[in-house]
């Protein structure tokens, strides 16, 4: 599978915020530690920083947003373009960008496109949650802590370690979702292969359940606003592209179609 691709541009404005987002997470962590230990900032000083950290981070998750949707429309003309052999993205060859080109019937190589696409998923979003499920596990530690210690006393750290502890959490949670949504949509696929080697069904029989898992991925995708790791993708791309074309290979759905090429 290859990395280089139309919505690229978009996704890199995107996953910028993305770090952006975090930066100023962390540093609003920072910054409830510092005030929590030493309380050495005036209340309303502590405030206001806080109140500009947080506006800041709130923006960067917006425009993380809006590029990641400018990016996500343009991929899912690719994954069409690819599948239906159209080329509504001039100067773009999406072959490399698949592993399925022999694939000659259109909705088979959809279904093949969203399975390879599920595969990656499911894989690079289950190791991209640890990181957050940390952070916000400690984040969450240290309000308990303070809490315990301080009580309501120190209100401004506390809340702010809570705020960051939870922003932390939920993206552990949209990355989880998202990789439990990618591993269903992965199964429905084998299922519709194992369907079409046991009663060889028609490419028309099987095409509503081809836009459903089409639909369920896309979904989730959407949902998440979730960049996947450039440098996990680079470092796991031939693994899950060797295991893809076996996958691919085994199945009699996708055989047939070199074979009628």
Not at 207 to 215: D, G
Request: proline residues 2%; glycine residues 2%.
């Amino acid at each position: 599978m290859s990395a280089e691709n139309p919505q690229n541009k978009d996704f890199i404005i995107s996953k910028r915020f993305a770090i952006g987002q975090d930066v100023f997470g962390v540093l609003a962590f920072a910054l409830a530690i510092f005030q929590g230990v030493t309380l050495i900032i005036p209340a309303k000083i502590f405030l206001s920083i806080v109140g500009v950290v947080l506006v800041v981070e709130y923006m960067s998750s917006h425009y993380k947003n809006v590029f990641f949707d400018k990016g996500h429309r343009i991929r899912e003309t690719g994954l069409i373009d690819n599948s239906f052999n159209e080329k509504r993205i001039p100067n773009y060859n999406s072959e490399p960008y698949y592993n399925n080109a022999s694939i000659s019937k259109e909705e088979i190589k959809l279904l093949a496109n969203i399975h390879e696409n599920s595969l990656f998923t499911s894989r690079i979003a289950a190791k991209m949650s640890f990181p957050y499920y940390l952070l916000s596990v400690v984040a969450f530690l240290f309000f308990v802590l303070k809490l315990f210690i301080s009580g309501m006393d120190d209100y401004s750290s506390l809340l702010l370690s809570f705020i960051v502890s939870s922003s932390f959490f939920d993206r552990a949670i949209m990355l989880n979702s998202l990789k439990e949504s990618s591993e269903d949509v992965y199964e429905k696929a084998n299922e519709i292969c194992n369907s079409y080697e046991k009663h060889s069904a028609k490419a028309s029989v099987i095409l509503p359940q081809i836009i459903e898992v089409l639909l369920l991925y896309e979904n989730a995708v959407f949902e998440s606003k979730i960049i996947l790791s450039e440098r996990l993708f680079c470092n796991l791309n031939n693994a899950l592209s060797k295991e893809w074309i076996d996958i691919r290979d085994s199945y009699l759905i996708y055989a047939n179609q070199k074979e009628m090429k």
